[in-house]
Each structure stands twice: as C-alpha cells, then as structure tokens.
C-alpha cells in the first residue's frame, strides 16, 4: 500500500486512507456470488457483461468461480457527460455489446452501485436487444444517493456511504491494483 500511495497526488496524504475490507473479505463475498450463480443457471448459457473500468477485477475473480454454466464474457463502458452528481446528465457507451444477447440470459457485473445512473443506462441498452433474461449483480452496494430505481438482484454487501478504492475501483484512475479496499477519510 505504501508504495500504490506514491501514485496519488500529494495533496492525498496517507492518514487519509483507511482499511475498509481486506483481500481476503473480498474473496469470500465473490465465491459466494460465483455459487449462486452456478446453482441459478446450471446447465444454462449465461453471459456475463462486465461493466469497465471499475468491474474488470471483480469479473474476472467472479467468472472464475462459476462452475457448470455455459458462460461467455463481454464488457460495456458507460461513460457520464457532464457532472456525474447530476442526475441529468446523458450517459454514452465508449464501449458497447460486441455480442448479440438476443434471447439469451444476460447477467450484468458491477462493481459498485451509487446514483444507479449508469447502469440505469446500461439496462435499457440491453432490453432493447431483447435478452431472454436480464439480471444485475453488485459486489458493492451504497444506495444513499441513488436517483434511479436501480437494485442489484445479487449483492455482495451493503456498505457505509464511502469512497472506495481498490480492487478495481479508482481514484482519478490509480489504484485499481491495490489489493485491500480502502476508503477515503476527507480532511475534517
Ligand atoms: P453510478 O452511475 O452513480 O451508480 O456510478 C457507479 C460508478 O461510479 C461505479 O461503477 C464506479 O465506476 C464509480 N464509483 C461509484 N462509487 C465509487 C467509489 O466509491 N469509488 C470508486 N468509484 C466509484
Ligand atoms: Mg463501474
């Protein structure tokens, strides 16, 4: 940790990072996911649609614990125009579907649900290519701030209404590869 820190602005200063979860937490809550999984859609096609940046880690630990499904893997990457606070704001895909889920059973992964906005977004892009099935997963959940009626079908945990980096989730970008997950203690 004390060498990932180096990476962010200087105004960030160490205090200012607390332990929130740690590596080993985060394996359980994705284990346990990857098990319902594999009970719900035993036998069946799935395919996951990873939401980038953020989920790409989470993705690939999840996948990995998904046993006798018949799984592919496809990424999205919404992107919020103007100020993400702002519910008015019109969400883009830098990346879309590059796989036809026309009748098929489509699970989407996030990493974490905040205003819902995104993936508010990201499901209407998705029933418009009429899957046979359309369910979210979130291995983080903060539903404080939500402004769309978004709720995760499968979550790993509910948490505080933090700012969260680590394991996927960035701060101005860095941080991703940081193993534990940390949140972000403004100065008081
Ligand atoms: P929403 O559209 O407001 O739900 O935005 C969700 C997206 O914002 C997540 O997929 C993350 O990419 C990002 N995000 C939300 N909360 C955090 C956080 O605590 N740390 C890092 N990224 C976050
Ligand atoms: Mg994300």
Known sequence: MEKDLKKF???LARQQFVKYLDSDEIETLTASLGHTISQEFEGQELILVGVLKGSAIFT??????????????DFVQPQSMGRSDKSQGTILFNKDLSVDVRGKNVL?????????RALDALQQRIRMADPK???IMSLFDKPY?????????YLGKKIEDHFLVGHGLDLEEFGRNIEDIYYLKYPQ
């Open 9 to 11: 602005s200087q105004r």
């Open 60 to 73: 690939a630990d999840l996948c990995r614990h998904i046993k006798n499904v018949r799984l592919t893997i």
């Open 108 to 116: 989407i992964v996030e990493e974490i649900i905040d205003s819902g």
């Open 133 to 135: 099935s359309l369910k």
């Open 145 to 153: 701030r939500r402004t769309t009626d978004i709720q995760p079908d």
